[in-house]
C-alpha cells in the first residue's frame, strides 16, 4: 500500500454538528491544523505535510491538488508532492501565519505586504483567481519570506475582497504608531468574527 495513502487511512475522527474531533491517527503523525475541511499533520522526521480531507470534502482536495499543479515553481507556494482522493502530501513551510504574528507581537513590513502582492499577481497570469486570502493563510518563514496556504478557492469566479481588506488595514491603522503591534487572541477572533458577519466599516 502506498505510504502516504496508509497515513491519510490511520486518520480516524468523529463528528458533531460542524466540528471534527480527531479520534486515532498514526503515531507518525503530528496535528498542525484544523479547518472546516481537513486535518494537517506534520509528518515526524520530514519536512512534508499530510493534509487529510473529511469525506464529505473530497472534491476540495481534487481542487486543490489541481491548483497546486497549477501554481508549480511558484516560490511563494508549497510544492505538491502527492496528492490521493482524500489527502494531499506537501512541503511542511516553518514560520508564524500574519495571526500568529499579530498574537504575538511580531513585526509585520510593508515589504511583507508587498511580496503578498507579487504572489497574487504571479496566480493571476495563471489565469486563477486567488481568493480566501486571510491571516491565517499567509505565513513569514525565518528567513523572512512569504509564503501562501490553502488555495482550494483559486478557481471561484466571484471576487474576494479579503486580500485588500487586510491591505487597506494594514496601512490605515497597523502602522500607526499608537496600534498595538500585539494583540489578544480573543480580541483577533472578535474582530474576524465581525468582518464574516460584515458588521465592521468598510475601511477602503
Known sequence: M???KHLADSVVYST???KAALIHKAPSLKLIGEGRSAFAFRINGTNLV?????????KVAEEEAGIYKELAGNPFFPTLHEAGS???VMDYVRGMTLYQCLVNGMPIAAGHIDEVDHALKLVREKGLNPSDIHLRNIII????????IDVAR???AKQCS????????FYKYYRHERFPKKMPEPAMNLIAYFYKKGLLPSIN
Open 16 to 18: 458533531r454538528g460542524l
Open 162 to 169: 479579503q486580500w485588500e481588506d487586510l491591505k487597506s488595514a
Open 86 to 88: 482524500n489527502y494531499l
Open 50 to 58: 499530510l493534509k487529510v480531507f473529511f469525506p464529505q470534502f473530497e
Open 2 to 4: 502506498n505510504h502516504y
Open 154 to 156: 483559486f478557481r471561484q
Open 141 to 148: 518563514t525565518p528567513e523572512d519570506e512569504v509564503k501562501l
